[in-house]
Nanobody
Framework: QVQLVESGGGLVQPGGSLRLSCVAS????????MGWYRQAPGKQRELVAI???????NYADSVKGRATISRDNAKNTVYLQLNSMKPEDTAVYYC??????????WGKGTLVTVSS
């Protein structure tokens, strides 16, 4: 079992930036894929950004050019930097890890609200 703890959510003005953090309970070297999903009110959970098979990254079209996923292996932490934020980025953001491949582990989520 992999425990994931997110932090960094909050209220951001349109055009602002935010950095989310996800700390894993195990070495992220042992995790097949790790990244971020989000779920807006009344919508399905969707991929935001993810590391797969080591260092490959994948981003949702809606955040390309505005989001950067990064990691600190020594801290077992994955980050999501979101810039030029829009009201439609408002959602609960969840950290996800696959270990082994196909077995999902989820954090409890952190709420991000983009509003003036």
């Amino acid at each position: 079992q992999v425990q994931l703890v997110e932090s960094g959510g909050g209220l951001v003005q349109p055009g602002g930036s935010l950095r989310l953090s996800c700390v894993a309970s195990t070495s992220i070297f042992t995790i097949y894929a790790m990244g971020w999903y989000r779920q807006a009110p009344g919508k399905q959970r969707e991929l935001v950004a993810i590391y797969t098979s080591g260092s490959r990254t994948n981003y949702a079209d809606s955040v390309k050019g505005r989001a950067t996923i990064s990691r600190d292996n020594a801290k077992n932490t994955v980050y999501l930097q979101l810039n030029s934020m829009k009201p439609e980025d408002t959602a609960v953001y969840y950290c996800n890890a696959q270990k082994p491949p196909g077995q999902d582990h989820w954090g409890k989520g952190t709420l991000v609200t983009v509003s003036s």
